[in-house]
Structure formats: C-alpha cells, structure tokens
T-cell receptor, first 115, second 115 residues
C-alpha cells in the first residue's frame, strides 16, 4: 500500500523559532514528487514546497526547507523564524503512482505558533 | 499560481435533495480534476478523478451514483451529491491540473451540511 505517514498530530513552536515536521512515505517508484501543503483555518490548500526525488539537493522556499532522505523515504519540513501566520495544518503528500498529481495525503500535523 | 474557483463555499440542504458543486479553472486548462473529501480534523481523501470529456474514475468505496461528476470542458468540473443524507455532510475540495508533472491547484473548498 502506498502510504504517507505523519507521526506528529500536533506541534507547537515559539514565534521566531524553528520547527521540523516529520513525514515518511512508502513507494516503489524511483522518480516521483513530494509535497508539503499548508491548510490554514480558511481551509484553502496552499503548496508550501515541492521536491523532485531525483534531485539530491533539498528544496528551499524562503523560510521553508526540506530534509529529503530518499533511501530512508523521509521528507521532513523545516520552518525557520516561525511566524504567527504559519499556524495551520500541514500535510505531506505524494502522487499515488508515477508522475500523476493524484495525491495521497498524510494525516496532517497541526502547528501552533506561540507569541 | 493558477486559480481554481470553487462554488459555493458553503451550502446547507435538506435530506433527499441534490447539491451541485462547481470548480472552474480560471487561467489554465484543467485536463484533470480531482475531487477530495475532508472530515473535521482529518486528512483529504480522494473521491474521484475526472478527465475532460470522459467518465470519472472513482476510488474504492465511493458511490458513483451518489457523487456524480461531470467534466464537460477544460475549465469546468462539477460534483453533484444526489439524494443527500446527513452523513454526506463534509468539506469537499477540488484540485485541477493542466498536465502531467504539473502542480495541482486547489479550490477553496465547499462545506456541505445536510439537515
């Protein structure tokens, strides 16, 4: 079964601090994409960052970066200099097969940012 | 990024009636539209995949006669919940993609309440 696992249902971070959200996945593919999505209280899904599996370099988008460990099938999200607006549910996701965008989502991590 | 406009954002209907949810891709051609369902504090679960001009493909356990999907054009896909029951109350989200290996853009979601 193709699964995406987020082992942290809830996390909390102090404003301006750094937090890392964990994600592991299962796949038999050699080339694929991985995604982190943010769902704020408005419930609009927002793409935070994307990683292509064949790229060894970890993706970075401003304060957001990933630690992609292909052999371990691990894809964690690091948020630096956390801001109050970062408070949201974060979902790790990957396509269900090959290069499609039919996404399988993890169970989510609810991130709280303390002022 | 591209925009997918989903309407209505919320709807309340009586048991036994039907409700139509629309998703429009505003600035790209969505060759594929995915429909997800999200229960409170849970992840997104894929319901079906629709490709323009062809029949939708439903995930296991999703009743195709209850959740009618139409993707008649490259910019519009609709989900009709037929003979709605209270257990159909949920948050429904669509996402559109313009082709293989492209980003999926999400609609704002529709909160359906069946009373």
């Amino acid at each position: 079964a193709q699964t995406v696992t987020q082992s942290q249902p809830e996390m909390s971070v102090q404003e301006a601090e750094t937090v890392t959200l964990s994600c592991t996945y299962d796949t038999s593919e050699s080339d694929y994409y991985l995604f982190w999505y943010k769902q704020p209280p408005s419930r609009q899904m927002i793409l935070v960052i994307r990683q292509e599996a064949y790229k060894q370099q970890n993706a970075t988008e401003n304060r957001f970066s990933v630690n992609f460990q292909k052999a371990a099938k691990s894809f964690s999200l690091k948020i630096s200099d956390s801001q109050l607006g970062d408070a949201a549910m974060y979902f790790c996701a990957r396509p269900s097969s090959g290069a499609t965008n039919k996404l399988i989502f993890g169970t989510g991590t609810l991130l709280a940012v303390q002022p | 990024g591209a925009v997918v406009s989903q309407h209505p954002s919320w709807v309340i209907c009586k048991s036994g009636t039907s409700v139509k949810i629309e998703c429009r891709s505003l600035d790209f051609q969505a060759t594929t539209m995915f429909w997800y369902r999200q229960f409170p504090k849970q992840s997104l679960m894929l319901m079906a995949t629709s490709n323009e001009g062809s029949k939708a493909t439903y995930e296991q356990g999703v009743e195709k006669d209850k959740f009618l999907i139409n993707h008649a054009s490259l910019t519009l896909s609709t989900l009709t919940v037929t003979s709605a029951h209270p257990e159909d109350s949920s948050f429904y989200i669509c996402s559109g993609v313009g082709g293989m290996n492209t980003e999926a853009f999400f609609g704002q979601g529709t909160r359906l309440t069946v009373v």
